[in-house]
């Protein structure tokens, strides 16, 4: 548009008159942004129907009113980022893979005041590199931000980017930062990172560091903000200040020893410590606990997880416990307490020169068992699709189910395997794959697996009404009977000494027991196939028949039901068609003689008529 043009507009519309420098910035080849349509390019100007012809990315050719676009539509500068996306692509692509601090200081010019909210940063950086690639990139990009002192970061996500008018260093926004914050949380979190910066500039700003501790010292002692686990990790710090400062740490309170043994549950506190923390937490319970430090510390071995499994074993070591270590590992391996991390500990170090003397003896058939134990468990108490660590590394070391069975006979590696097979925390081709390895040690193995593969393909033909309570059985005892199970072992485990403990003993039977029906009716319900009996017919004996035999002896007759494999029902005389009598009738015709055995007594009964089942 031209200067009469957009003088024209304002004329028949005066209250467009403060938007002249839009309107005039409206010319054919300038970019855009219309908060509908998107990111477009003006094309060219209708004079006679005062019409912009518009192409936006969806929308080719698009005609609308430059009076209704000033509320709608942003015009781009040349040194936008959509525009030299445009204009010239690899410059900003060379910004998206090697300036990606750059590329964010831009586009803050870009927006008044140099200030611009994630989500107005988010939505370009959609356009310019893509909206899924962005999301990575902004992650990454968010981390160098952090560190760049020509950038003020929000604390929050609702905060502003903001381009500084002076750069100040990361240790003066840090500490700013701090001052602004009322959050304890926070200023335990700022005050970590100022203790992370170059030791030499910390010398410089010991009197800032100073104001720090007392507000952190103050924060750790009255603060009702933080968890046990942030008030612990916060009086650390506090303590690696003071120290940097050259400040007796004993005038604090409460010292790292208070807090510690004023806690409950030590699991769940380790539970919340940053895994760098936790080795410290170890040697800070030795000294809050004096009397029980060690027995704590095999408890959090037992139940640790992932880097704090090797921490605890490192500390036990330190302290002189291998023997203890050994032996307490070869015990959980005994009552089936040896959990999944620790197991992943054990399989993972087996060839570690380090920890050769704890675990070499564990590297045997019955280490395997438990593993499969642990996995089955795992897969029974997740109630989502999450992977199993354990499940993983069996399935991705190929040395490690030989190395386990290195000793094993062949009547223990068949055990196993069908173990395997039963196993719950596999897919069935993973199933498939880990087998293959049994068999290359032990080729009878694969009498197992034909064995299985041809009871899975014969199917089992049953009713929907058994198929629904065989669905009903499985829920139950996987949500009740299983979980109420594994309660009662655990409350039993804490009565003591397990070889005396008959509670114990009890809920370890049941336990067997409850497996290895759920195992049943999973195995069952997956080759389950629902029949209405409709299929039926008189011709000859099959499922949903009523099959009168005739004892011609003594003319006395006799009438058997055929029905599913969970249709059962002796007193009414209705039979499974897998029961032996089931079988012997099955394609039997009327005339036909079928022998029926009665304890020690062979009978010979006559097919007298066949009739269709009815519901």
């Not at 303590?239 to 604090?252: H, Y």
């Not at 270590?325 to 020169?353: F, G, P, Y």
């Not at 055990?415 to 596999?426: E, I, K, S, V, Y």
Request: one cysteine or more; aromatic letters at 6%.
């Amino acid at each position: 548009m031209n200067e009469a043009a957009v003088l024209e507009i304002i004329s028949k519309k005066p209250e467009l008159k403060a938007a002249k420098a839009k309107l005039e910035s409206m010319q054919p080849g300038n970019y855009c942004i219309h908060q509908s349509w998107g990111f477009g390019q003006i094309k060219d100007y209708d004079e006679a129907e005062n019409k912009l012809i518009i192409d936006f990315d969806e929308k080719e050719g698009h005609r609308m009113d430059p009076g209704f676009c000033v509320g709608t539509m942003q015009v781009l500068p040349p040194e936008h980022l959509l525009v030299r996306k445009e204009l010239d692509p690899g410059a900003v692509d060379e910004l998206i893979s090697n300036q990606q601090a750059e590329l964010i200081v831009e586009l803050l010019q870009q927006y008044p005041n140099n200030a611009a909210s994630t989500a107005e940063i988010e939505s370009v950086l959609a356009r310019v590199i893509g909206p899924i690639k962005y999301k990575k990139w902004w992650t990454a990009t968010k981390k160098l931000l952090a560190q760049d002192p020509r950038v003020s970061v929000p604390a929050r996500k609702t905060g502003m980017y903001v381009l500084r008018d002076e750069p100040i260093s990361l240790e003066e926004e840090l500490i700013e930062d701090f001052n602004a914050t009322q959050s304890a949380k926070r200023r335990v979190a700022l005050a970590e990172q100022l203790l992370e910066t170059e030791p030499d500039k910390l010398k410089d700003i010991s009197e800032q560091l100073g104001i720090i501790l007392h507000i952190l010292a103050t924060a750790v002692r009255e603060s009702n903000q933080l968890t046990p686990a942030e008030k612990l990790k916060g009086a650390w710090i506090r303590n690696d200040i003071a120290r940097l400062l050259e400040i007796d740490v004993e005038e604090f309170s409460p010292s790292v020893v208070q807090i510690l043994s004023d806690i409950d549950g030590l699991d769940n506190l380790i539970d919340e410590l940053p895994t760098n923390l936790q080795s410290r937490a170890l040697k800070a319970i030795k000294a809050s606990h004096p009397s029980d430090w060690k027995e704590i510390s095999f408890s959090l071995l037992k139940n640790s997880s992932g880097k704090f499994t090797t921490d605890c074993v490192n500390f036990l070591l330190e302290n002189g416990f291998a023997d203890e270590i050994k032996e307490t590992l070869a015990r959980w391996q005994t009552e089936q307490n040896l959990r999944e991390s620790v197991l992943l500990w054990i399989v993972k170090n087996r060839s570690s020169k380090k920890y050769a003397d704890l675990v070499h003896d564990m590297i045997q058939p019955r280490l395997l068992n438990s593993i499969f134990f642990a996995i089955d468990y795992e897969a029974l108490q997740s109630s989502t699709s999450r992977r199993i660590p354990l499940a993983d590394i069996l399935s991705e070391d190929k040395e490690l189910i030989p190395d386990l069975l290195g000793t094993a006979d062949s009547e223990t590696a068949r055990d196993l395997a069908n173990n395997l097979l039963l196993n719950q925390g596999f897919e069935e081709l993973t199933k498939k794959s880990l087998l293959a390895r049994f068999i290359k040690l032990f080729p009878t193995v694969q009498t197992l697996l034909e064995s299985d593969e041809t009871q899975t393909s014969q199917g089992l033909m049953v009713s929907r009404e058994s198929y629904e309570k065989a669905v009903a059985e499985l829920e139950d005892l996987v949500q009740k009977q299983i979980p109420d199970n594994s309660k009662a072992i655990a409350e039993a485990r804490e009565l003591g000494d397990l070889k005396e403990n008959s509670e114990y003993k009890m809920a370890k039977q049941d336990q067997q027991v409850l497996l290895a029906r759920r195992n049943l009716l999973e195995a069952d319900l997956q080759r389950a196939q629902i029949t209405d009996f409709s299929t039926a017919t008189t011709e000859m004996a099959g499922i949903g028949t009523v099959v009168t035999l005739l004892d011609e002896s003594d003319e006395k007759e006799v009438t058997y039901t055929i029905l599913g494999a969970w249709d059962s029902d002796p007193d009414n005389q209705i039979i499974s068609y897998q029961t032996p009598l089931g079988k012997s009738l099955l394609g039997k015709r009327v005339g036909d003689e079928v022998a029926i055995k009665i304890e020690d007594t062979e009978n010979k009964l006559k097919v007298s008529n066949i009739a269709l089942y009815k519901a």
